[in-house]
Structure formats: structure tokens, C-alpha cells
């Protein structure tokens, strides 16, 4: 199986900055689309960010210029460099792929369990 798992959410002040981190784990075969999307209270999930495995790279408006997504395909992971943070950003910021495994060579789509990203004003 393949599991997502996440790490660097946190509280910070506005204007500040954070930097998540994605690592893709178990039996893959090879990834193709890597994203983040968030979720805030009464909201629906939306993209944030996401990333191929080449330089092809597509971001929400509203972080446009302030976020940018990286990857190292060779640790299976992903980034997200969030700067100039706003109380808007609070959210649960959640990693996802598309992987296809050894076993089933099919892409499908997988999800980290979400980190909590909190902006104060």
C-alpha cells in the first residue's frame, strides 16, 4: 500500500511564513500529479497547488505569488513554501497523488491525513 504523510503545519503570525512537507511511502511504482488542497470550517476542499513530475506546476489565485510547490521525485515527496501568510490561510492543509503501485500499476489517488495551518491576525 502507499501512504501519504505530512508534516510542518503549525500557528504563525500573519505575514509569516511555513513550509509543509509531503512523503510518499510503500509499494511505487511511479507518481504522476502531486497536490495540496485545503479545507478551512464550512468550507469545501479546495487546490491549493499542484505539481507533475515535470515543471508543470498550477496554483489557486489567492496564493498565487505567495506559495510555491517543489518536489524531489527521488524522495517521493513534496513541498509547499507558503510566505506572506494571512488569516485566510487557516486551514487543514492535506497532500495528495496520484501513484500507481507495483501491484496494480494503475493511478490512483491518495491522500495524507492533514495538517493544521493556523494564520493569526
Known amino acids: 500500500q502507499v501512504q501519504l504523510v505530512e508534516s510542518g503545519g503549525g500557528l504563525v503570525q500573519a505575514g509569516g511564513s511555513l513550509r509543509l512537507s509531503c512523503a510518499a511511502s510503500?509499494?511505487?511504482?511511479?507518481?504522476?500529479?502531486m497536490a495540496w488542497y485545503r479545507q478551512a470550517p464550512g468550507k469545501q476542499r479546495e487546490l491549493v497547488a499542484a505539481?507533475?513530475?515535470?515543471?508543470?506546476?498550477n496554483y489557486a489565485e489567492s496564493v498565487k505569488g505567495r506559495f510555491t510547490i517543489s518536489r524531489d521525485n527521488a524522495k517521493n515527496t513534496v513541498y509547499l513554501q507558503m510566505n506572506s501568510l494571512k488569516p485566510e490561510d487557516t486551514a487543514v492543509y492535506y497532500c495528495n497523488a496520484e501513484v500507481a503501485s507495483y501491484s496494480s500499476r494503475r493511478y490512483l489517488d491518495y491522500w495524507g491525513q492533514g495538517t493544521q495551518v493556523t494564520v493569526s491576525s
Open positions: 510503500g509499494s511505487i511504482f511511479n507518481i504522476n500529479a
Open positions: 505539481k507533475t513530475s515535470g515543471a508543470s506546476a
